[in-house]
């Protein structure tokens, strides 16, 4: 391209090659003119061209004038036998990536202009790639938001990247919210993308990592400290959730809140608030909440006399038919494993979950009749439910099934007669599951882990692997004949009066 002297020669020049691409496409190659002022080493052109890219592939963007999906190889598209209009797409396709790996060179541009025009533009493409998804959507309804594009997160391992990040989330959470008052949901949905990418070190660096280098260092600056970092982020995540988030939302938070959010929260009982009001939502999401619960009650003393009560709660018939279905056992053993809890709690569990075994299906059945066992066994004092020697003889069950509160529900002084009748149950590995209480239930625990994923189609299967049964003898003395020798017959098999 011949360029006229100058920052406004420039932008003439780029101005006559943007208007060319974008009137007809046999003028794309300019493009490939305009890539290559992004490489100059003038502050001014740079400006100039990342100026004329973002409006070149944001109209292109909107144009849908772009290919979309797998992106295949430009050699193979261009050498093939597909149409001229799939050629012009994935070229130009293949020019944009170009146009973004370049913009994110400039991210480390000495001039600070370039540095932030160079982000502008790559934001531009995220909010318009957003709204022209350059991948299918895998159902309808699908949220697509461009990943691929907004690689980000490893400015986020540097310190004071990480720290204004962070206050500038908590500022923009404010700001939206404060103008809009039902905010979009998409909003939430790139909110919850840039917190879930910041990650705190697990203890205090020795050094400082800063992307913005310094002489020096001062101990006075907060953003040398991980406490304020942490102090930060606690309130990144606190801004964000005390809003009424959509149902989805609150899933994948609730998937990372344990291992990703409380260990790293300056005061991780503030989170009680948003798992209690989680914990109201009923199915999945109140059982991932009360995971997260369950660590504040035992890692940080936080109080809370409903959490088996909610427990409690969830077992319902449905328990046993959802998809969470191995989560939410595997929580609930973690939950009821300690030998501290009264009996009369664990026995409501116990007498619950057995109610429910007479209408699960045999792959429920053979993964909670063991849960109820190490239950027995973890609470000697809850054995008097499959054997109460000195006991009254019971002409009805007291257990209340309706009663929400376990320790109103008289569990304790009921039995697990329902164990007995699953004996009698059609398939055999479930009456053999059931029989176990008949004898002393032996020690250690019996694991369930092999059984929390077992499907009915597994138990199926395993029993089409089933050796028959050897043929059964009925007759220890072979017949001669139909009848036999006259009166041999008699003689062998009747007694005659």
């Not at 100058?6 to 007809?24: K, Q, T, Y």
């Not at 509160?405 to 059931?434: I, M, T």
Request: proline letters at 7%; a neutral charge; one cysteine or more.
């Amino acid at each position: 391209m011949e360029r006229e002297p100058g920052a406004a020669g420039v932008r003439r020049a780029l101005g006559r090659r943007l208007e060319a691409v974008l009137a007809s496409r046999s003028e794309a190659n300019a493009v490939f003119d305009i890539l290559a002022v992004l490489q100059s080493e003038d502050q001014e052109e740079i400006q100039e061209a990342v100026r004329t890219c973002s409006r070149l592939f944001g109209a292109l963007l909107e144009r849908g004038e772009l290919f979309v999906g797998q992106l295949p190889s430009e050699e193979m598209v261009m050498t093939g036998s597909q149409g001229a209009t799939r050629k012009y797409k994935v070229w130009m396709r293949h020019r944009y990536h170009s146009c973004c790996n370049r913009l994110g060179e400039l991210l480390g541009h000495p001039s600070f202009q370039v540095k932030e025009l160079a982000l502008s533009a790559l934001l531009k493409f995220v909010q318009l790639e957003g709204a022209h998804p350059l991948e299918k959507s895998k159902w309808e309804g699908n949220y697509l938001f461009p990943r691929e594009l907004f690689k980000f997160r490893e400015y986020l391992d540097y310190d004071d990247t990480r720290y204004h990040t962070m206050q500038a989330a908590v500022d923009a959470v404010a700001r939206v919210t404060g103008q809009h008052p039902e905010v979009p949901p998409a909003f939430w949905n790139n909110a919850f993308t840039l917190l879930s990418a910041v990650s705190l070190p697990r203890r205090e660096p020795t050094v400082s990592s800063f992307y913005v280098k310094r002489a020096e260092l001062w101990d006075t600056w907060k953003v040398a400290h991980l406490k304020e970092h942490r102090r930060v982020f606690q309130a990144m995540w606190l801004s964000f959730l005390k809003h009424k988030l959509p149902l989805s939302l609150y899933k994948k938070v609730l998937l990372i809140v344990h291992d990703a959010i409380l260990p790293q929260l300056a005061q991780p009982t503030l989170m009680i608030d948003f798992l209690t009001r989680a914990c109201d939502l009923g199915g999945a999401l109140s059982l991932l909440a009360l995971n997260g619960l369950f660590i504040l009650i035992h890692k940080h003393n936080l109080e809370y006399p409903d959490f088996y009560r909610k427990l409690y709660g969830l077992l319902d018939p449905s328990v046993f038919h959802v998809k969470y279905r191995a989560r939410f056992f595997h929580l609930a053993d973690l939950f009821l494993s300690s030998s501290h809890l009264p009996a009369y709690l664990v026995a409501a569990f116990a007498k619950r979950l057995a109610r429910l075994a007479l209408t699960a299906p045999p792959e429920a059945l053979l993964m909670v009749l063991p849960f109820i066992c190490n239950l027995l066994r973890r609470h000697p004092a809850c054995r008097v439910l499959v054997h109460r020697p000195h006991g009254p003889e019971l002409d009805a069950d007291p257990y209340d099934p309706g009663e929400e509160d376990p320790a109103q529900s008289r569990a304790l002084e009921s039995s697990l007669w329902e164990l007995q009748a699953l004996q009698r149950h059609y398939h055999p590995e479930v009456s053999k599951a059931a029989s176990v209480i008949n004898q002393a239930l032996s020690m250690p625990e019996v694991s369930i882990a092999p059984l929390l994923e077992l499907t009915a189609y597994e138990i199926f299967e395993r029993d089409l692997k089933k050796k028959g049964p050897e043929p059964v003898p009925l007759e220890f003395i072979p017949a001669q004949g139909l009848l036999g020798r006259p009166g041999e017959l008699c003689a062998q098999h009747f007694t005659l009066s």
